[in-house]
């Protein structure tokens, strides 16, 4: 449950927001996690997060770091844009591929590498 894990333990990680390849997109099948969150803010206004972006290994590194940079700003549009979550709640940051959390030697692997992290400020 996305509220409690949040609110309650600080931090929510989900591979449910996913992007193009080699883009800051968001795909729409990401709607119904952003959607979530944003009612897990919308219902605990005080709550401040960070957004951090992750990538796989693939690529270059610094390309990597910009990406999940780029990709974490993406969401925070979304969230402002979409559901009117209010822009000084939330802060971005990306650590590409410095922080796996499974080998990047499969696609699943990569697959769960390839997450945004939520935690509370």
């Given at each position: 449950?996305?509220?409690?894990?949040?609110?309650?333990?600080?931090?929510?990680?989900?591979?449910?927001?996913?992007?193009?390849?080699?883009?800051?997109?968001?795909?729409?099948?990401?709607?119904?996690?952003?959607?979530?969150?944003?009612?897990?803010?919308?219902?605990?206004?005080?709550?401040?997060?960070?957004?951090?972006?992750?990538?796989?290994?693939?690529?270059?590194?610094?390309?990597?770091?910009?990406?999940?940079?780029?990709?974490?700003?993406?969401?925070?549009?979304?969230?402002?844009?979409?559901?009117?979550i209010e822009a000084g709640r939330m802060?971005?940051?990306?650590?590409?591929?410095?922080q796996p959390v499974a080998p990047n030697?499969?696609?699943?692997?990569?697959?769960?590498?390839?997450?945004?992290?939520?935690?509370?400020?």
């Amino acid at each position: 449950d996305t509220r409690s894990k949040l609110i309650t333990e600080g931090k929510f990680v989900t591979t449910g927001i996913t992007f193009d390849v080699n883009s800051a997109t968001i795909k729409p099948a990401s709607y119904a996690v952003l959607k979530d969150i944003a009612t897990t803010l919308s219902e605990n206004p005080t709550v401040k997060v960070q957004i951090i972006g992750h990538t796989d290994a693939d690529g270059d590194a610094a390309q990597n770091v910009d990406l999940s940079k780029r990709r974490a700003e993406a969401v925070k549009q979304a969230l402002i844009g979409e559901f009117g979550i209010e822009a000084g709640r939330m802060q971005t940051d990306g650590k590409g591929a410095t922080q796996p959390v499974a080998p990047n030697t499969s696609p699943e692997g990569k697959a769960n590498n390839r997450r945004v992290e939520f935690i509370k400020l």
